[in-house]
Each structure stands twice: as structure tokens, then as C-alpha cells.
């Protein structure tokens, strides 16, 4: 040991069990150095070497981050590329403090790997004492630790500047750094880096936002007049009826209130009017440039973005899909081996040209499964089109899918339609509900699915598409077709893979996914809100008739319920502990071709009518009292013939 890491490990001591005084310029690292010794256990007396996790670890780390390293790792290169004749390595931790990425020069690969800036070493506080990376884990804050301010003399000779990067709903998710070996020992020659890592976080930041929200509209919002069209400081994105989906940092930072589930335009005072017409010509376009003020002070100009993937044109507003994000497979379950094994399949289908026909209850995760697919896919920049077959009317289904010609459809668009399947060229098809195809459409879609290509109604000659189709269905297929009702061929043909996903009750990683969506809620809710025990086993004892649908409204109504921020039992709209039971007993499959688990008792035409008429025809309330999903009353009101007054 050096003399200056004994001088440093004395220095630790004392201020770190309160017997120097902190330095108040030096509070935030001073503060840490006590909590390393009286919360972490760490003993500056006994420095430890960096701790680097085996590659599997890190692997798992890293796919839990699969879509945002994609954008990280274009920051860091290019800020690495600034920095790196300076003596300096760029590093990415997730929220755990484990380094996910990192970018340094190949020739100091031993001395990296020793002092910790490499792959998988563990930056955590609690491990690590007061760093970089792990302090500004706790502090949520930029900052640097430079040399002697880490409280490990391992490590006294780097220097580590840093800043917390954040998702659309405000949750942590990773941290940059930059660091060096070796560096002056003024830590003002660390100012220019800190602006840098600051900047490039907020970069990284917005565009995995963009990313997430590329199905969605986004306002952007600058300062700089001429700017706003290429750059927003602040970013809202939201949906096709103004309500807002995600904000980045900018945004939560300048409007006082948690901005999502709000009307965009309330939020910012603009008529909504206004925001369209802000898409038509943009900021620079002057008729159409619009000046906010937000309500905590600052004046912006703004901007709209257009949404980039196209989603499936739907019957009626209210059966829209409400997100475009593509989770990674790896995030879709938990300790479940069948899962496992299940996603594990999955992963292996992909980019395999194989047709997938994935089977579960209606809410088990379908679609989920094939945005998953089609995020892990080399597809993933194209786009995802889900066609739900249950809720577009028989009479439309045909131009919806195929398209048509001008002039080809009374009634239709005089500039002809591209269909959806077109849409989906060179991306995924997810065909939802798949059994409800009418008959002369399944001709159709085989002779799109064996050579490729699509007619449009009215044209003459076909167009190639190139696609990867997911089917989906929550009704035993091959009953419909020995009922004669699916055509065989084309069972085989989408069955190239079948993926059976559980019914909720059956999955051993409830407690997981319980977790994963609470917190995933609450952090667009009531970030800091926790879920009690109490409420956790009365969650994994429910039998879950609606799964994972079901989940999430029952968590979402008692994150809005709680009344200190603690989700307890009495919060959760559950039936008696005796009722689930009972409910727990339901078969996990349909027996038969016509019935579907989790329709929530939608038995009779005159039940459903009636239900219907009391909610004036708003079929999103009806499925809500119902419990089950739009496309499950949809599917019925088809199987019953009724239809609103309206289109009759
Ligand atoms: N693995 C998961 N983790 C978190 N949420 C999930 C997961 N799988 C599904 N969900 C949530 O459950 C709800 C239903 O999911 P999804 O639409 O994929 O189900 P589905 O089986 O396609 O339903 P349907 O049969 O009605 O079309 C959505 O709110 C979705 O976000």
C-alpha cells in the first residue's frame, strides 16, 4: 500500500464515523463515504479490488437493456471519439451499476480490466464505496469523483464523471460515464468532461425516446426557434387522441406535474387544433409555428413529428392498441421454465422466415410476444402492423388487408388505399384473432402467404411483399378447422411454429411479473408508490380469469386508489379470496372451437345488447365492466350479429 492510500484510508475514516468535520464543498461525496460505512458495511480500512461479473451475468444485464444500448452505444461512440486522445473511456452501467458497455483503448486492456473500466465490473455503491457510477446511482444528479473523493483506495488514482440517464416515464435506467486512469490532480480539469457527459446523456436520452414513441406523435419543444424541427429540449409523445404517452427528462423537469395521462393540450394550454396544424408545416413553416408558454415560466417554440411506424387502420378510435413500444423477449417473463423455454424458442424463430401462430387466453401476452419478436428481429426498424380480424367488420376486412385501386370501391377513398398487409412490406404482420377470418378472406391471405405477393382490390397485376407473420388466436384452431370453419391449408400454412402461451394462474413467475408491472405503473403513476405484502399475496393468490389484461387494470385502478402512496390490499378490485378460487379452476384452454376463456360471461345476444345500450355503445366501457378486452365484445357483437345503431 502507498503511503497517500494510507494517508487517504485515514482521511475516510475519520470523516466517515464522524470524527473529522465533512467538508460542506465536498458534502455529497462526504455523505456517501458515511453511508459506505454505516449502511453498506464497508471498511476503508480493507480495500477491495474491482469486482468484474462472468460473462453470462452480464449477458442477462445487457438484455434487459436490449433496445436502449442500441442508441446508447452511438453516443458513446461518438463521445469517446472526442475524448479518447485525452486519455479518457466511455462506460454504461444499467440501474444496478453493472457496466452493460463500454469503449476504451484495446491497449490498456489489462490495466482497464484492473482498475474496473471494463465490461460487467460491478460500480454499485454498496460494493464499490462512493464512485462515479454508483453515488450517482443514489444522488440521481451529474457529478464527478475525482481521485482521492472515492472511498475505496483502490481506486484513488481515477477519475469518474457521470450522469443518470432516464426513461419516458422518469425511471432510471442507466448511467454514462466517463473516466481515466490517470488525470491532473485539479478537479476543475474536469468541467468541460462533466458538460460533456451531461450533454450526451440528455442525447442517448432522447434517442431511445424517439425510438419508443416512433408510433406516436411527439411534440418538440425549443428555445431556439430554427432548431426546434431537428432537436426539442423538451419531448411530449402522445396518442391519436391527445393524450400524452411519455415525456423525456426536459419536459418532466419543466412542467410541474407528472405529464402522463394528460390531455397535451390542457398540459400546455394550445388548442388541439393548433398541435395539428404545428404537423403540417413545422415550427419554420410560419403560418404554422406556434409559441408555448409553460405554466411554470419559459417561453418555447414547438414542433410535431409525425409518427414514423404506421399501425393498422381500426374500425372505430377506441379499438387503437395503446402502445408501440417492443419490449425485449428477455423482459416477458421471469423464473417460469416453461417461459423460458418458450421465449427461448422464440428467440431462435426469429429472422427464421417462418410463420408463428401463437395460442393463449385472451390478456395472456399475444401481441406482447410478437412486438417482442418483431423488436428482436433484423425487421425491427420496420414496421409492426397489427390487424385485429375480430374487430374489423366483414364488410371492410377485405380493403382494410388488400387495399384498392381508385375508383375500384363505392365508397371508398378517391385516391385508392394501401392496404394493411402492404403496409407491413419488409416488416410483421401480427394477424390477432386470426380465427374470426371469414372464410374468402383465408383464400386470399394463403395465396399472400405461398407467393408473397398482394392484389389490391381492383389492380391488375400484384405488388411483392416481404413479411414475417405472427397469427394469434385464443380459440383451439384445429377444432375450427376439423368444424370446417378455418381452411386447413392455412392452418399449416401460419402454423409453421406454434408458441403456446400460459394462462396467467399457470405461470410460476407471477410474483415477477407482478412486480415488473407495478413498478413499471407506478413509476408512470405515483413514482416512489410500493405494493404491501398484504396486497402482493392477495395478487398471487388471485386466479386471474382475464391475465395479464387483467393485471394490469386491477394495478393501475389501486395505484390511483391508495391513499398514502402504499398499495395495500383493501386497494386491489378483486373478487373474495373464495370466488378466485373457484375462478382458479376454469380450464387454462378452450375446449371448444367457439368458447374463449376470460369473456367475462358474455353469453346471451339480449345480455350483450342490453349491456351495450346502457353504455350508450361505447364498447370500451361495456369491455371495462366486463373485464375483458374491446376485441372480446367486438367478437361477440360479430358472433351475435348486433351492431350499433348507428352503421345499421
Ligand atoms: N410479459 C408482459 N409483461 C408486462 N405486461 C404484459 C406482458 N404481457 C402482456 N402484458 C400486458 O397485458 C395486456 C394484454 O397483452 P396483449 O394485448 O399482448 O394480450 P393478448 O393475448 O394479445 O390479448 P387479446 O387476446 O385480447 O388480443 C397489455 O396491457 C400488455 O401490456
Same mark, same amino acid.
Request: charged letters at 20%; proline letters at 6%; a neutral charge.
Given at each position: ?10 482521511? &475516510? ?13 465536498? =458534502?455529497? &461525496? ?14 476503508? /480500512? ?15 444485464? #445487457? ?15 461518438? @463521445? ?10 466511455? %462506460? ?48 440521481? +444528479? ?32 442507466? @448511467? ?35 425510438? =419508443? ?32 404517452? *411519455? ?18 393540450? +390542457? ?24 409559441? &408555448? ?38 423482459? @416477458? ?7 423460458? +423455454? %418458450?421465449?427461448?424458442?422464440? #428467440? ?19 401481441? &406482447? ?35 384498392? /385501386? ?16 402492404? #403496409? ?33 382490390? *381492383?389492380?391488375?397485376?400484384? #405488388? ?9 388466436? !385464443? ?97 386491489? +378490485?378483486?373478487?373474495?379470496? =373464495? ?56 367478437? !361477440? ?12
Amino acid at each position: 500500500m502507498t503511503s497517500l492510500q494510507s494517508r487517504h484510508i485515514d482521511n &475516510v475514516y475519520s470523516i466517515a464515523t464522524g470524527t473529522a468535520l465533512a467538508d460542506p464543498a465536498a =458534502s455529497l &461525496v462526504h455523505k456517501s463515504w458515511a453511508r459506505c460505512v454505516r449502511e453498506h458495511g464497508l471498511d476503508p /480500512t480493507k480495500p477491495s479490488p474491482a469486482r468484474i461479473l462472468p460473462a453470462q451475468e452480464v449477458r442477462a444485464h #445487457q438484455q434487459q437493456l436490449e433496445h436502449f444500448l442500441r442508441a446508447a452505444r452511438a453516443g458513446m461512440e461518438d @463521445i469517446y471519439r472526442r475524448v479518447a486522445d485525452l486519455g479518457y473511456m466511455v %462506460l454504461l452501467t444499467d440501474a444496478e451499476g453493472i457496466t452493460v458497455d463500454y469503449i476504451g483503448n484495446p491497449a490498456w486492456d489489462d490495466q482497464l480490466r484492473r482498475a474496473g473500466l471494463y465490461l460487467g465490473a460491478d460500480w454499485n455503491e454498496a460494493h464499490a464505496g462512493t464512485c462515479g457510477v454508483g453515488t450517482c446511482l443514489i444522488e440521481r +444528479q451529474p457529478m464527478t469523483c475525482h481521485q482521492t473523493e472515492h472511498f475505496d483506495a483502490t481506486h484513488i488514482a481515477l477519475t469518474c464523471t457521470t450522469a443518470p440517464l432516464f426513461d419516458h416515464s422518469g425511471r432510471l435506467t442507466a @448511467i454514462l460515464d466517463v473516466s481515466a486512469l490517470r488525470s491532473p490532480e485539479a478537479r476543475e480539469s474536469q468541467h468541460l468532461v462533466r458538460h460533456l457527459v451531461s450533454i450526451y446523456a440528455r442525447m442517448i436520452e432522447d434517442a431511445d425516446f424517439l425510438r =419508443s414513441f416512433r408510433g406516436h406523435w411527439i411534440l418538440r419543444l425549443g428555445t431556439a426557434y430554427g432548431l426546434v424541427d431537428v432537436a426539442g429540449e423538451l419531448m411530449l409523445a402522445f396518442d391519436e387522441g391527445g393524450t400524452v404517452v *411519455g415525456a423525456n427528462s426536459g419536459a418532466r423537469q419543466a412542467l410541474a406535474e407528472n405529464p402522463l395521462g394528460r390531455e397535451v393540450s +390542457q398540459l400546455l394550454h394550445i388548442p388541439m387544433d393548433a398541435i395539428w396544424r404545428l404537423g403540417n408545416g413545422g415550427a419554420s413553416a410560419m403560418p404554422f409555428a406556434h409559441t &408555448v408558454l409553460l405554466p411554470g415560466g419559459g417561453e418555447y417554440h414547438a414542433s410535431l413529428l409525425a409518427p414514423r411506424v404506421r399501425r393498422a387502420a381500426a374500425p372505430a378510435p377506441d379499438i387503437a392498441r395503446p402502445s408501440d413500444r417492443l419490449p425485449p423477449l428477455a423482459r @416477458i417473463a421471469g423464473d417460469d421454465p416453461a417461459m423460458q +423455454q %418458450l421465449l427461448a424458442q422464440a #428467440q431462435r424463430l426469429v429472422d427464421r422466415g417462418i410463420h408463428v401462430l401463437v395460442e393463449g387466453e385472451t390478456g395472456s401476452g399475444k401481441e &406482447v410476444l410478437a412486438r417482442a419478436m418483431h423488436g428482436a428481429s433484423r425487421r425491427a426498424a420496420m414496421p409492426f402492423v397489427a390487424v385485429n380480424c375480430a374487430a374489423i367488420p366483414d364488410s371492410l376486412i377485405e380493403s382494410e388487408l388488400f387495399g384498392y /385501386t381508385p375508383g375500384s370501391f363505392t365508397g371508398g377513398r378517391a385516391k385508392g388505399m394501401k392496404g394493411l398487409i402492404a #403496409q407491413a412490406d419488409r416488416g410483421t404482420l401480427f394477424l390477432d384473432e386470426i380465427g374470426d377470418m371469414p372464410m374468402a378472406l383465408q383464400t386470399r391471405l394463403l395465396r399472400v402467404l405461398s407467393e408473397g405477393e398482394v392484389l389490391p382490390l *381492383g389492380a391488375e397485376s400484384p #405488388q411483392r411483399v416481404d413479411l414475417a407473420v405472427v397469427a394469434a388466436t !385464443h380459440r383451439n384452431l384445429s377444432a375450427l378447422v376439423a368444424a370446417g370453419r378455418f381452411r386447413e391449408d392455412l392452418y399449416y400454412r401460419l402454423c409453421g411454429a406454434v408458441l403456446k402461451l400460459p394462462p396467467l394462474r399457470a405461470r410460476g413467475d407471477r410474483r415477477y411479473l407482478i412486480e415488473a408491472m407495478f413498478n413499471e405503473e407506478a413509476a408512470a403513476m405515483r413514482p416512489g408508490a410500493r405494493l404491501s405484502d398484504a396486497a402482493l399475496q392477495r395478487l398471487l393468490a388471485h386466479a386471474w380469469p382475464g391475465n395479464l389484461r387483467e393485471l394490469r387494470n386491477v394495478l393501475r385502478l389501486a395505484l390511483a386508489l391508495c391513499a398514502d402512496g402504499t398499495v395495500g390490499a383493501q386497494d386491489l +378490485q378483486l373478487p373474495a379470496p =373464495s370466488d378466485s378460487a373457484a375462478a382458479a379452476a376454469v380450464p387454462s384452454a378452450p375446449a371448444s372451437a367457439e368458447a374463449g376463456a376470460g369473456d367475462g360471461g358474455l353469453e346471451g345476444a339480449d345480455e350483450l345488447r342490453a349491456l351495450l345500450q346502457r353504455h350508450r355503445w361505447h364498447v370500451a366501457r361495456a369491455a371495462a365492466e366486463l373485464g375483458v378486452c374491446r376485441a372480446t365484445v367486438y367478437r !361477440h357483437m360479430k358472433r351475435h350479429g348486433i351492431a350499433p345503431p348507428q352503421r345499421m
